[in-house]
Structure formats: structure tokens, C-alpha cells
């Protein structure tokens, strides 16, 4: 049972009305990693098919990460000593996670999909550790996220990572595994259960068989060896034939259409929309169907999707529990506080300590998100590692939550002598839906007057005083600091 109970009826005709703050926040904090005052205002009043469009566009033609000078290491090029190779390992590691998170940050919604997909076509980086692995699977995942699926299935599948992970390196004639069969269709394609059976699976093992030579140095690229396949006969899906690897995805795609189209959109819904699909079974199933006569394109699905009145709909909106990376991404786009290598470094080691290590879920089934991210420890932890963050923000430049506070506020910003005014728009910029009651307004904004009242020139019958405005008042930026550390502790701070 989900925390949040789906009660959207809204229906996938597009949503027609011009969008406001609100609806774009919404949608920035779905298809991105939020975004700030400057980027939601360029989009104010326009249509959702026309904002929908230009994200999409984005997403297909945005440039993968830049291939690291390693990306085509193997093991004879690093030391032959652990002590001497395993910093060379970390600092690798350690490169790509930071630049693939600076993606995250800018990237919206192709980076936000490849970082959806390395949920699900999983690989544990701990398993394999080997960072030009790690490089290719990333550019695969970027390079499909708004791709075709039935490619992106069969080439994530030949990644060295993937057949590491998954034992398919270890496949052969003589002694099938059945790992990667299993998932490609209990993870990756229909659901646990939905539409196979065992021996399915074991057919499948032999036609998967080959991909197995490893070379006698760490860390070469796996590749075929045709004395390593098993060429018989097998008969997979009801179908008998000399299967093999790309025999398997055709099949898999042509005799279980429909199955994946409603597996893989329920996921998509599940991520960006809902975590109740339960009463969304007529959305989800105009998107299968959009996704299998778009011949499993990716993009028709999202657009169908992300410009409809159910996407929109007030009951989608601060129903989704942020994840770590959720957490402090999108506090840095929404305060547009400039962040520093060292400040990505930091949101990486934050989101590891709070259960979402980059490339590394929990097991081959994900990180299972939302619920999950909750629990007294993570709660009390995702609070201090927030609070952590502002507190370096501050120390670093204090101006720029100055800054931030006249940005929110609009043309008021510079100029209004009252604080409620501009406690109230951070507030409802930082938090989806607002704060639930007037009292919990009247909480918050008590504790950005807090300096204002003790300099004596705030009388509470009277929140309009001439000597007090974002501008002149030196102990603004600390006003706006204060708020947000106690925004960041609201539980509706945890959603998005």
C-alpha cells in the first residue's frame, strides 16, 4: 500500500491550459532535477505541448559524457600492485560519478531518464569495479534513455558490465547460466512471473550461450566466441528455432508485445507520475499502446504522457518521495546556489549515506524508491545532510541567498518592505504544494522574521516597515538561510 492513494482521474487528453509556476515547477521536478527562478519563469504561460516538446527535443540531441582517457583501459594499463592500483581505480571512479552528476544537474530530461534506466537494466559497479566498464555502460545508458527500447534492451545486454553482473561472461555451451535470462525477462522486460515460464528461461540460458571470451589480461571487453554457443534447437515463447543472443530479443519483442508495453510504462508511470499505478491501469495502458505501435520508441510514450491533463492533475502534484540525489539537486537548482566540484562531491557521498550509491543499487531488483527512503535513521539524516548543505552554501557566499530571495519574490523582490511576502514565495517556491495549513505558513514565516524582530523594527500588527527590505537589510541573507534550514525539515520538504 503506498503512503499516497492515486485518485487521479484525469484522463491522457493533452492539457491545454497555459502553465503556471506551480504546473512547471511540477514539471521540472518530474523530467529533471528541479529548476531555478530564471528557468521556470522563461516557461510561465506557455503550452505544455510546446514546453514538452522543446525538453524532448533536448533529450535527443544532447551529448553523451565525454569518453575519459581511460575509457579503453584494461588491466595491463594500471599498476600491477593493489596498493598502487586501487587509487588509480577510486580516482576514476570518482571522475565519472562527478561529471555524470553534473549532468544530472543540467541535463533535465535525458540524464534524468539514464539515471532512471540504471535502475532498472541494474548492474552493481561493486560486482564488476572495473571504471571502463562502468564508462560504457553509462554512455549506453545515455545514449538510449529516450531511445528505442527493444535496442537499448539488446545492447545493454552486451555490455561488459551487464555480462559481468549477470554471469553472462560465464555462459557457455557446456554449463548455461540462467542469471541474465531470468532478469531480461523478470526485471527488464515483463515482470516477475508475467508471461514465461522455467524452462523458458533455461532455453533461453543456451541461446544466450557464447558471449564468453574474456582474454587473458583484467578488464579486456567481453566478445563472442562461436565454439562457446550452444546451436541447437530451442523452443522459447512457444517459438522453435536456432535461437541466439539477437534470436532471443526478436522473439522476446514480437510474442510479448503487449506485456512489455504495459511492464515498461507501468514503470514509467510508477517514476514519473505515481507510486500507486493500481487505479492508473486505463493511463498505463494508452501508453502500451502508443509504445508498441511507435514500435517500443521511448519518446511518444513521454511526450504522450508529459503533456496530458492526468500528468498534470492537482492529485499528481508532491506525491513522490524525493530520492537523496532528489533531495539536494534539486535544493541547488531551485536556490540556483552556485555549487562547486566539491559541493557534487559532497551530494554524492550524502546520497551514499543515505542508501542511493551511485551505480551501486541495493541489488539487481533497485533501489525500491519512495516508502523506502524513509526510515527514523535516513529521515534524521537526509534533515542534517540538507541543513549541511545551506551551511556551506553560507559559509562560501552568504550574498547569494540575498540574491535568491529577491529572484523568488518577483518584481518585488528588491523593494517590498514586507518579509512575509517574501518568506511566503520561498516557501512556496521550495515546497510543491506549499505548507498544508495558514498555521504552518505562520510557523515559517516566524522563523525568517526572527532577525528582523530583533532589531526592533518589526511590530507584529504591522509586518510593513519602510526601513526593512531585501536590499538594505544587512541580516537578510541570514533571514533567508534560517527559513530554508527550517523548510528543509517540513515533511512536505520530502516530496516532490
Not at 12 to 27: F, S, W
Not at 356 to 370: C, I, K, S, T, Y
Request: proline fraction near 4%; charge should be negative.
Amino acid at each position: 500500500m503506498e503512503y499516497f492513494i492515486n485518485c487521479n482521474t484525469s484522463s491522457l487528453a493533452e492539457y491545454t491550459a497555459p502553465l503556471d509556476r506551480q504546473k512547471i515547477h511540477h514539471l521540472f521536478r518530474r523530467l529533471g532535477f528541479s529548476a531555478s527562478v530564471t528557468v521556470i519563469d522563461q516557461y510561465v504561460g506557455q503550452s505544455a505541448s510546446n514546453v514538452i516538446d522543446a525538453l524532448i527535443n533536448e533529450a535527443l540531441t544532447i551529448p553523451t559524457l565525454p569518453e575519459p582517457a581511460w575509457a579503453n583501459w584494461t588491466g595491463a594499463n594500471y599498476p600491477e600492485e593493489n596498493d598502487a592500483r586501487t587509487p588509480i581505480i577510486r580516482s576514476q571512479i570518482n571522475e565519472l560519478n562527478l561529471n555524470y552528476t553534473k549532468l544530472l544537474l543540467v541535463d533535465n530530461l535525458r540524464d534524468r531518464l539514464s539515471f532512471f534506466w540504471s535502475n532498472h537494466f541494474v548492474t552493481e559497479l561493486r560486482v564488476y569495479d572495473a571504471p571502463p566498464f562502468l564508462y560504457e555502460y553509462v554512455n549506453c545508458l545515455q545514449r538510449n534513455a529516450i531511445g528505442n527500447f527493444k535496442t537499448f534492451t539488446s545492447e545493454i545486454g552486451l555490455t561488459s558490465a551487464m555480462l559481468y553482473y549477470l554471469d553472462g561472461a560465464f555462459n557457455n555451451e557446456n554449463n548455461p547460466n540462467e542469471n541474465y535470462g531470468r532478469e531480461l525477462y523478470e526485471l527488464f522486460t515483463l515482470g516477475e512471473g508475467n508471461g514465461y515460464t522455467e524452462e523458458d528461461i533455461i532455453e533461453t540460458a543456451r541461446a544466450l550461450t557464447g558471449y564468453v571470451e574474456r582474454g587473458e589480461v583484467r578488464w579486456t571487453p567481453v566478445t563472442f566466441r562461436a565454439d562457446r554457443f550452444d546451436a541447437g534447437s530451442k523452443t522459447i515463447l512457444g517459438q522453435t528455432a536456432n535461437f541466439d543472443y539477437d534470436g532471443v530479443i526478436d522473439n522476446l519483442f514480437a510474442q510479448r508485445s503487449n506485456e512489455i508495453g504495459v511492464f515498461i510504462c507501468t514503470k514509467l508511470y510508477e517514476f514519473f507520475v505515481h507510486p500507486d499505478s493500481e487505479n492508473a491501469q486505463p493511463i498505463i495502458n494508452g501508453l502500451a499502446t502508443t509504445f508498441v505501435n511507435s514500435n517500443f520508441e521511448i519518446a511518444p510514450v513521454l511526450s504522450q504522457l508529459f503533456k496530458s491533463q492526468h500528468f498534470f492533475d492537482e492529485e499528481a502534484i508532491g506525491v513522490i518521495i524525493k530520492s537523496p540525489f532528489d533531495c539536494f539537486l534539486n535544493l541547488i537548482n531551485e536556490t540556483g546556489f552556485t555549487a562547486s566540484d566539491t559541493t557534487i562531491e559532497t551530494v554524492i557521498n550524502y546520497s551514499d549515506q543515505l542508501s542511493q550509491e551511485l551505480f551501486n543499487p541495493v541489488d539487481v531488483a533497485g533501489w525500491q524508491r519512495n516508502r523506502s527512503w524513509i526510515n527514523t535513521n535516513f529521515l534524521i539524516g537526509r534533515w542534517l545532510s540538507a541543513e549541511a548543505l545551506l551551511e556551506a552554501f553560507w559559509t562560501e557566499n552568504r550574498e547569494q541567498f540575498r540574491t535568491f530571495g529577491v529572484e523568488v519574490t518577483g518584481p518585488l523582490g528588491a523593494t517590498t518592505h514586507n518579509p512575509d511576502i517574501v518568506a511566503r514565495a520561498i516557501i512556496d517556491k521550495i515546497l510543491p504544494k506549499g505548507l498544508l495549513t495558514e498555521e504552518d505558513y505562520t510557523t515559517a514565516i516566524v522563523s525568517f522574521r526572527a532577525l528582523y524582530e530583533d532589531n526592533n523594527i518589526y511590530e507584529d500588527e504591522n509586518p510593513t516597515n519602510p526601513s526593512w527590505t531585501m536590499l538594505n537589510f544587512d541580516n537578510t541573507p541570514e533571514q533567508v538561510y534560517l527559513l530554508l534550514r527550517y523548510l528543509v525539515r517540513q515533511p512536505e520538504f520530502q516530496l516532490k
